[in-house]
Each structure stands twice: as structure tokens, then as C-alpha cells.
């Protein structure tokens, strides 16, 4: 008997509100895009500042806030994803509906591309430094959402991003994506370095967590025999 390719991870979409207007495509194992990925998203992907393709990645974020872009570069990095999102939102008014729902559409398309935990790993966990700064970051695919984020900033933005912002995004995401998950930066002086160690560390517990691990295919990772509401 042949093997059986497992699925593909992945989904595309669009939200449009009155607050933003976003295109997301995401795959979980890296690779190619969905077939149903909005095409003014294809027409966007470029060679701007947080965009790098390679032969197992395609990566591209507008967001519209710099250092938001570097955060989800960097978090679709190293989780070994795929992404492109674009966004246009109400930055006349400030950088809360834009970050706040690139987050909420990050985590929504994560849920529909992971589709069930069975198999998977579940539980994830690491650790990322950058220079003097620390954080780890535990996960769990429980689809029980619920996030903790302590990450000790002090400045009031990072480039045009906000620094309140930066734990409400992982909170977001968590909720959407309906995880639990735990990020704390244990030391560092420099904001920039103790919030890109934060996502870092989030994309590796991310990639551990969503890992497959052979032999379990189709088993629910739970005492309970289910991870579903």
C-alpha cells in the first residue's frame, strides 16, 4: 500500500470592515499558496522590506505599520510558514484597528489551516534570545483560547507601532486562532530586541506544537479524546 500524503495546511482569504480591508494567505508547511488566494493579494507580493522568498518559503507583509511587518516576518520565519497579508486600514486614526485585526485574521486563518490537532504534536515550547534580550514561549493547540503576555516594554511605540499594541496582537491572535498560549520576556534592555525575541520564540513553540509526529495519525492528543468546543 502506498502512503498517504498528509493534508495541506493552508488557507486564503479576505475581511473587509470599515476599519480595514485585509488579504491573507497562509501555509502552515511552507510551499505554494491556496489556489483560492485573492488575487489583489498575488499582485501585492513584492520585494518590500518584509518580504523573502527561498525554495521551501514565501513571505510578504503590508501591513501599513513597519514594525508590525517585522514582527510577522519574523514569527512566519522562523514558524516555517508561508505568509503573504496585506492590509489598508484607518491609520488617519491610530495603528489599534490595523494591528489589532491583521492579528484577528492571522489566528482565524491558522485555526482553518491547521483544522484538527489530531496527530500533531499539540504542546510547544522555546526559548529565543536577541543579543541581551531573553523570552520564551509556551503553546498549546487546546482550542481553548486564553493568552498571558508579559512582555515589560517601556517605550510608548516601537517605530509607529505601539507598545500596548504588541501584547494585544498576541492576544488576538491567541483568541482567534483559539490556543493557549504563555510569551514572557525574561530580561532585556533594548524594546526592540525583547519583542522580536517574543515573536521568535512564539514562532518555534508554534512549529513544535503543529508538528506531525509519525505513528500518531489520527489520534487526538487529549485524555478526553477530543479537542473540539
Known sequence: MGSEKPNLRWAAFARDTNETKIQLALNLDGGDFPPDTDSRLLSSISDGHA???????????????????????????????????????????DDHHTAEDCCIALGYAFATALGSASGLAR???AYAPL????SRAVVDLSNRPFSVIEL???????GDLSCEMIPHC???FAQSARVTLHVDCLRGQNDHHRAES??????VAIRQATTRIPGKEGEVPSTKGTLSV
Open 170 to 172: 498576541l492576544q488576538s
Open 198 to 203: 517574543a515573536f521568535k520564540a512564539l514562532a
Open 131 to 134: 543579543d541581551e534580550a531573553l
Open 123 to 125: 504542546f510547544g515550547s
Open 51 to 93: 518580504s523573502q522568498s527561498s525554495k521551501s518559503q514565501i513571505i510578504s507583509v503590508n501591513t501599513g505599520i513597519g514594525f508590525l511587518d517585522h514582527m510577522l516576518h519574523a514569527l512566519a520565519k522562523h514558524a516555517g510558514w508561508s505568509l503573504a497579508l496585506a492590509c489598508k486600514g484607518d491609520l488617519h486614526i
Open 152 to 158: 515589560g516594554l517601556k517605550r510608548e511605540k516601537i
